[in-house]
């Protein structure tokens, strides 16, 4: 008999994102993941790049796929993804928008705004954001051309 082996899939928010992260956290151990939960661990005051940057870097370099980011707007957290090579963190507050990270920039982070979206929303974004695949086609070369070439940020 073949074993499958479980996604790991990391968590990340700061206080603002905690009580949703827990919630999306379960979500995803329910749907199968291996969730790997990098904190924040209580609603305390935090920084969010304290939490963003270990989770990017395991994007970045290719030790996971895929990973999910909450803070309040979004707006830090997907910053501070992005700043990491071959991160492409979308903050979505619409299952639609979540799809069409995926089927059109290949989104390989999720970036949840907690405050303005309610824990069904979230699910539904989560779960849009995992099933949908990246289209490919005349996308490709466009999320190719994302990625700068030189260390110092340019072209
Ligand atoms: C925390 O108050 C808030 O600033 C943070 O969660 C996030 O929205 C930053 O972008």
Redesign the pocket.
Known sequence: MTESVKERIPIAS?H??FEMKEKIAKALSALGFDVQDLGTSSPASTD?PDFGHPLAEEVSTGEVKRGVLL???G??MSYVANRHPHVRAAVAWTPEIAALARKHNDANVLVLPARFISDEDGLAILKAWLDTPFEGGRHQGRVEKIELDDEDGTK
Request: charged letters at 10%.
């Open positions: 700061d603002a994102g969010y803070c309040g707007t707006l830090g």
